[in-house]
DNA sequence: CAGTATCCAATGAGATACTG
DNA sequence: CAGTATCTCATTGGATACTG
């Protein structure tokens, strides 16, 4: 299998992991996403202080990775819906097993 | 049970982990931890190519945080060995999870 | 409504040099 | 050996204003 690229240094798919929910407010996004299909704007007041520029950017990235579908229902005025893909889906547990370490954590405190 | 303080904003706990092990090295520090104790060098080295501030930091903030510790021979030439606490060995599963999720989602492309 | 365009500030992390 | 001190740059994300 060739060289392996370059620095694929050591224990990486953790790390991809990282990089597609990393974002300030992709865990999030994906956790009310997880409840159904949510548009723009829905999106926009439950989380609450977020900007439309990032919203729209980690929107951006969660669909280029897989987790995110976006459905431009091309109509004026527009409406846009967004849901998990079941790649998203997939990410429950481990969003299940990081809110309990993260309680866990809190708690303790 | 009062106002919440301020920005609870929503669901936190998983963003209490992801703060906690979201540093560019942390989850393959943990990683290399959950092998053994393991000295400055050895993690140095392990890691390929991290500066010595950038690991030292790293690993304050998770000694900070309580999923490391750090352990101080005070010998000369210095000694200091770095091992995972009970809550940082507890954080295996969702490493483990994570790179399960990160392997598949490397593998559909 | 659902964005985009610009500009800007804060944070994270690398390179390098030095030290008890 | 195990760091710390500086400096610097790149990335992330926020504020604001504008648009099809």
Redesign the pocket.
Known sequence: MAKVKKQAAVSCPVETTL?VI?????VLIIHFLLHGTM????L?RSLG?????????????LEADGVVD?K?FGE???????SLTALGRSLEPILQSMEAWGTAVETRR
């Open positions: 990089r990393g974002g300030r407010w992709k548009r723009f704007g829905e926009t202080t977020i900007s439309a520029r990032t919203l729209s950017k980690q929107l951006r990235e976006r431009d004026i005025p527009p409406k846009v819906e967004y």
